[in-house]
């Protein structure tokens, strides 16, 4: 059984950091590219940034986090990671990170399993 598991989530002031975390079990992690989407309330599920199943040097990230945030990965340790920093009242959502079979460009349509997510609130 799949399992996605995020963590880190919390509530932080403007331009404060967090760093959250994804637990992957049941797959064969190193098999699957990864992905970070959010959600926030009355709006679309968007995707936040995604890396290939091996290379941390390929990554790509939504424009609106460019700069701001990073994606990595660990795949001894079957986790993947989101650091945001300088946040924004705007990055308030709930954070789902997700598993991919195919390309790390992949729409979230494509993508085969998801997290339950986190949510992460940005005050002003």
């Known amino acids: 059984q799949v399992?996605?598991?995020e963590s880190g989530g919390g509530l932080v002031q403007?331009?404060?950091s967090l760093r959250l975390s994804c637990a992957a079990s049941g797959l064969t992690f190193n098999n699957y590219a990864m992905g970070w989407f959010r959600q926030a309330p009355g709006k679309e599920r968007e995707f936040v940034a995604g890396i290939s199943?091996?290379?941390e040097?390929?990554?790509r990230y939504a424009d609106s986090v460019k700069g701001r945030f990073t994606i990595s990965?660990?795949?001894?340790?079957?986790?993947?990671?989101l650091q945001m920093n300088s946040?924004?009242?705007e990055d308030t959502a709930v954070y789902y990170c997700a598993a991919n079979r195919g390309s790390y460009y992949a729409t979230s349509g494509e993508y085969d399993y998801w997290g339950q997510g986190?949510?992460?609130?940005?005050?002003s």
């Open 3 to 5: 399992q996605l598991v």
């Open 14 to 16: 403007a331009g404060g």
């Open 53 to 55: 199943r091996w290379s």
């Open 57 to 59: 040097s390929s990554t």
């Open 73 to 81: 990965r660990d795949n001894a340790k079957k986790m993947v990671y």
């Open 87 to 89: 946040l924004k009242p």
């Open 118 to 123: 986190t949510q992460v609130t940005v005050s």
